[in-house]
């Protein structure tokens, strides 16, 4: 009986983890010194199965990049978007996505603040 439930309790937090597939806005704020601190918007649509993600991102939802090497693995997202030569380490927590991303410029690592909610 005690196997019995373990295994129902390991299969109801499977069903109950978290899934990233739908349409995120927030905002993206530069962390580098040169930057104005301002709060930009930031418009995501991704789509999870499993541990792979796919999806946009950008700004708005009419300016979208393709998200690249996608991965979701208990509440981290990371991926890539080539265009712009930035990466992404995120962490969802229900309906709420925040986290980091970086990039090279000119020598100098440029980072940011991601924070986004599930759009209904």
Do not use: C
């Amino acid at each position: 009986m005690l196997k019995f439930l373990l295994a129902l309790s390991l299969a109801v937090m499977t069903l109950m983890a978290a899934d990233a597939t739908g349409k995120w806005s927030g905002t993206i704020v530069r962390l580098d010194p040169d930057s104005d601190g301002e709060a930009k918007p930031a418009y995501m649509v991704l789509k999870q199965d499993g541990a792979k993600l796919t999806g946009t991102a950008g700004p708005s939802a009419s300016e979208q990049f393709e998200v690249q090497a996608g991965k979701a693995v208990e509440g981290r997202l990371t991926f890539q978007i080539q265009e712009h030569g930035m990466t992404f380490d995120l962490k969802q927590q229900g309906d709420e996505i925040t986290g980091e991303i970086t990039r090279e410029r000119d020598g100098q690592t440029q980072k940011a603040k991601l924070t986004l909610k599930r759009q209904n």
